[in-house]
Nanobody, 117 residues
Framework: QVQLVESGGGLVQPGGSLRLSCVVS????????MGWYRQAPGQQRELVAS?????????KLADSVKGRFTISRANAENTVYLQMNNLKPEDSAVYYC?????????WGQGTQVTVAS
């Protein structure tokens, strides 16, 4: 069974930066595309970034984060990252990692990102 462990969230000032990490175990990580989702209170979960199995494939970003966020992966470490720059209060949410298509049913605990002054 796949295990997803997100980390790196916290309280950040508007305009600040944060890097989230997701460690994946239980599967051949390099064989799967990966993505980052976020869910704010009262909102549905949305996919904000995705990256394919091969690093030369251009990652996809939601319009709301394009130009500010970057997704990357380190296959040797079974880890996918989300670099978040110029953070805004509307970025506040719990962030999760999972496959961008056919996501695994067992979501991780997520990591809380709060952008506030």
């Amino acid at each position: 069974q796949v295990q997803l462990v997100e980390s790196g969230g916290g309280l950040v000032q508007p305009g600040g930066s944060l890097r989230l990490s997701c460690v994946v175990s239980g599967i051949n990580f390099s064989a799967y595309a990966m993505g980052w989702y976020r869910q704010a209170p009262g909102q549905q979960r949305e996919l904000v970034a995705s990256i394919g199995s091969f690093s030369f494939i251009e990652p996809k970003l939601a319009d709301s984060v394009k130009g500010r966020f970057t997704i990357s992966r380190a296959n040797a470490e079974n880890t996918v990252y989300l670099q978040m720059n110029n953070l805004k209060p509307e970025d506040s949410a719990v962030y999760y990692c999972n496959r961008p298509t056919s996501p695994w049913a067992n979501w991780g605990q997520g990591t809380q990102v709060t952008v506030a002054s």
